[in-house]
């Protein structure tokens, strides 16, 4: 923490268009915690290219009633950002957290993705080409992949000794294919389930599900405090980057990725064709993929090690999205 001191400092004239006179201010990653005699406030900023959507997509949400996140002040002159350089610099309240523990985070940050889903649903309309475009693209890409992968257990089985990562390949080689092969299955299902379909559903996307973007207040509400990343998409487009991260993890039941799903669809229920798009993306091996491309390139950036490390990761977390995709296929049969 630092005090502030007589001269003028680098934001000064943006504390001015807010009518503040910062007492103290503490530096926070990249958000400035001002007290003053006004109050406590956080300063923000955004690249000027993203910033203009993001205030217009709150001022939308606020229109439709849904007020879950810490609001933005307006200037003295009724504006809800700063422009300076490259950058729009916007006013929050600062809320201190109420200390609740990870799993009660974990579902009221659910409950309220949900909330957001349910206000912001809109239909558009979609061209039967453009889905049967997207089915195509996405196949080819995947076969593609797994020919890579073919060409990496032939590479490795050449060796006379296998180094630890082509072990940990050739041993988790078939379950990556299986992974495969039910993620092509279910995006099989999903074009002929919406082939005929000509809108889609869209809401507003947080864009970055987190924790650390979500606040419980200390009488238990709930805020978003960073909605930089919102824009119009389907609901996947948030469930999908959420339930991949809570399930890098070490191997687990996934009973808890299961309850928050669960949770989600008693305020928001996916559509037939939305819930096999979301397993087929959710079951898409991408990280092993991924990082065993980048071993086998030849251009290796980390060492041996950190691959192994890296791999055998990526498998738990294929393990653990198994079990849960495959639960969410057996409750819907």
């Known amino acids: 923490m630092k005090r502030v001191k007589i001269v003028e400092q680098p934001y000064s004239h943006i504390w001015k268009s807010y009518g503040l006179t910062p007492m103290h201010i503490e530096e926070i990653g990249q958000v400035q915690k001002i007290t003053t005699d006004k109050g406590v406030f956080a300063l923000k900023r955004i690249p000027s290219i993203r910033g203009m959507d993001f205030l217009l997509n709150m001022q939308k949400l606020y229109q439709a009633g849904y007020h879950r996140f810490v609001p933005v002040y307006p200037t003295l002159d ?16 600062w809320i201190e957290s109420g200390g609740q523990q990870i799993a009660e985070t974990e579902k009221k940050l659910i409950r309220e993705v949900a909330r957001l889903h349910f206000v912001s649903t809109a239909e558009i309309p ?139 669809a008693e305020f928001f229920p996916l559509k037939k064709g939305e819930r096999l798009l979301f397993q087929s993306y959710m079951a898409y091996p991408g990280a092993m993929y991924q990082t065993a491309a980048a071993y086998f390139s030849g251009q290796r950036k980390q060492s041996e090690y950190r691959y192994t490390r890296k791999f055998q990761q990526d498998y738990w977390q294929l393990k653990n999205i198994e079990y849960f995709v495959t639960s969410l296929k057996e409750e819907n049969e």
């Open 126 to 264: 979609v061209a039967k080409a453009a889905r049967a475009e997207q089915y195509e693209q996405t196949k080819v890409l995947w076969e593609r992949q797994e020919e890579h992968l073919e060409q990496f257990l032939e590479l490795s089985e050449r060796e006379t000794y296998m180094s630890p990562f082509q072990l940990l390949f050739c041993m988790y080689y078939t379950e990556t294919r299986q992974a495969f092969s039910f993620a092509k299955e279910k995006l099989k299902e999903w074009k002929e389930e919406t082939e005929e379909d000509e809108k889609e559903r869209t809401v507003q996307v947080h864009g970055k599900l987190d924790p650390g973007h979500f606040l419980i207040d200390r009488s238990g509400g709930g805020y978003f405090i960073n909605l930089e990343q919102s824009r119009r998409a389907t609901p996947i487009h948030d469930l999908i980057p959420y339930f991949a991260r809570i399930l890098d993890t070490f191997p687990e039941n996934s009973a808890s990725a299961r309850e928050l799903f669960a949770y989600y």
């Open 78 to 93: 009724g504006r809800y950002g700063v422009l300076e350089g490259a950058h729009i610099y916007y006013l929050m309240p």
